[in-house]
């Protein structure tokens, strides 16, 4: 039973395409995250919602949209794919916005753009 | 704003052996939390151990304890009785109440040797 899972693991596009990466979590957490990990294995937040509700939009290009159609999910659409945008994607969750409460990863989407 | 340090990029030991690994943090928040998260060759983020700043008492967990120094903002993991499936990236990661994010540290990267 997967608690967050994510589409596709990996992503392999060209440059100026669009591509969305879905998220889904069974935990019945209210909280959601988007974190982007780059070639040198840091980790940096991108977007926090909570109850479907934007909280933390952290300096992200505008190119890239997440959606939350419910609490269940959170799906981040990328526009114009950039050469820099590669890196991996995890989609997290967590019972309440970030605290005492473990943070539960999904595991990653390798987005590549040629 | 919330900074966390790692200063060892790699460590190797041999299998059996025990390991420190080192987290520096900087804040002005007095609720907050810290975390080991674990990256195994899989790209899973695992959490390790967590520790809540108003404890006292160091957080243990089976083979991993911490050395949570709060005055010095210090949060350094130990693994004892090391073993091959340790090898991993250990991401150190902190959060405060109402953060709606975690931060992370750069990583270190442990191999254990056999």
């Known amino acids: 039973d997967t608690a967050v899972s994510q589409t596709p693991k990996y992503l392999v596009t060209q440059m100026g395409n669009d591509k969305s990466i879905k998220c889904e979590q069974n935990?019945?957490?209210?909280?959601m995250y988007w974190y982007k990990q780059d070639s040198k294995k840091f980790l940096k937040i991108m977007f926090s919602y909570n109850n479907k509700e934007l909280i933390i939009n952290e300096t992200v290009p505008n190119r890239f949209s997440p959606k939350s159609p419910d609490k269940a999910h959170l799906n981040l659409h990328i526009n114009s794919l950039e050469l820099g945008d590669s890196a991996v994607y995890f989609c997290?969750?967590?019972?309440?916005?970030?605290?005492?409460?473990?943070?539960?990863f999904g595991p990653g989407t390798r987005l590549t753009v040629t | 704003a919330q900074t966390v340090t790692q200063s060892q990029p790699e460590m190797s030991v041999q299998e059996a052996e025990t390991v420190t690994l080192s987290c520096t943090y900087d804040t002005s928040e007095s609720n907050y939390y810290l975390f080991w998260y674990k990256q195994p060759p899989s790209r899973q983020m695992i959490l390790v151990i967590r520790?809540?700043?108003?404890?006292?008492q160091n957080a243990t967990e089976n083979r991993f304890s911490v050395n949570f120094q709060k005055a010095a903002k210090s949060f350094s993991l130990k693994i004892s009785d090391s073993q091959l499936g340790d090898t991993a990236m250990y991401f150190c990661a902190f959060t405060y109440q109402g953060a709606q994010k975690l931060v992370f540290g750069q990583g270190t990267r442990l191999t254990i040797n056999p």
């Open positions: 520790q809540e700043a108003y404890k006292q």
């Open positions: 935990l019945g957490h209210d909280t």
């Open positions: 997290a969750s967590s019972g309440t916005p970030a605290g005492r409460d473990e943070q539960y």
